[in-house]
């Protein structure tokens, strides 16, 4: 990671340990890293998601189909 995001491996290390914190900067290029949200990182959100970038329109319906079954949303 601290290749990837230009830093030191001490500067990620220090944060890990919570011995100091990353820039809003970083914050925003490891939440592009880890396909995830910047609120997701500082422990903002409680819910989960499902990255669909990257995916076709096909493999998307896929997707939704499959969380409305799981769901119970479904048609039997």
């Known amino acids: 990671m601290a290749r990837k995001l230009g830093v030191t491996r ?3 290390n220090a944060w890990e340990m919570e ?9 925003v290029e490891m939440a592009r890293l ?6 997701d990182i500082l422990g903002l959100e409680s819910e989960e998601k ?3 970038r990257g995916m076709n329109e ?3 319906r896929l997707v939704y189909d499959l969380v409305d ?3 119970g949303h479904h048609k039997p």
Do not use: C, G, N, R
């Open 69 to 71: 079954y799981i769901s």
């Open 10 to 12: 001490a500067s990620v």
């Open 34 to 39: 880890f396909h995830t949200t910047t609120d």
């Open 50 to 52: 499902i990255s669909l």
């Open 19 to 27: 011995l100091s914190s990353p820039t809003a900067v970083y914050l």
């Open 58 to 60: 096909q493999e998307k």
